[in-house]
């Protein structure tokens, strides 16, 4: 188990080490670099990608309408995301513009999980474009190594594909939610 921990810890430090520019001659080098960067990583990164189904299938389906009122829990084991938590409005929800507040749930400490978002009236939002969540391939609810896992397979492929690239930045951003979407809610 520990060479395994450290072979992740130096494969994430490999990973963000190769998405940082390096200074060069040019002045405006640095966001050249990590345009040039981010489409072909974006790109190798989608190909290699599983179909996202065989780890929806191991998720549990978020409930389409919840309170307005935002519970810090859902039926079904579904937990506040503190990276969107409705209770801290208006200063969070950074990476899903439009959603009000989003849960996060696992089966398990380590593996796939699901993240669920609602507007502000509690309806579940499907579109990734809205503020949706996506399926985690790798949940981070479990220990530091597994959140930094999730940092690796799930997050540093978002920003690859969906903020660093100005060029076809919908295209490549619809690539990544191709490969993590939202997944399907139910009554």
Not at 43 to 53: G, I, M
Not at 78 to 103: F, M
Not at 163 to 177: I, R
């Amino acid at each position: 188990m520990r060479s395994s921990a450290y072979t992740l810890l130096v494969l994430l430090a490999v990973t963000l080490i190769n998405g940082i520019p390096f200074a060069t001659d040019n002045g405006d080098s640095d966001q050249q670099e990590m345009l040039h960067r981010s489409l072909p990583d974006c790109l190798s990164w989608y190909w290699t990608q599983p179909d996202p189904a065989k780890f929806q299938a191991q998720t549990v389906k978020p409930s389409c309408s919840i309170s307005p009122t935002f519970p810090p829990f859902l039926p079904g084991g579904w937990s506040v995301d503190p990276g969107c938590d409705a209770s801290k409005q208006p200063n969070t929800c950074d990476l899903h513009k439009g959603a009000h507040g989003c849960y996060r749930n696992a089966i398990s400490t380590t593996g796939p999980g699901a993240q669920a978002c609602y507007d502000v009236n509690g309806q579940w939002i499907s579109d990734p474009w809205k503020g949706a969540g996506t399926l985690d391939v790798e949940t981070p609810l479990g220990d530091a190594i597994q959140q930094g896992l999730h940092v690796v397979v799930d997050v540093l492929p978002y920003y690859s594909c969906c903020k660093t690239s100005l060029f076809f930045q919908k295209s490549t951003c619809n690539l990544y939610y191709k490969r993590r979407p939202s997944g399907q809610c139910q009554n």
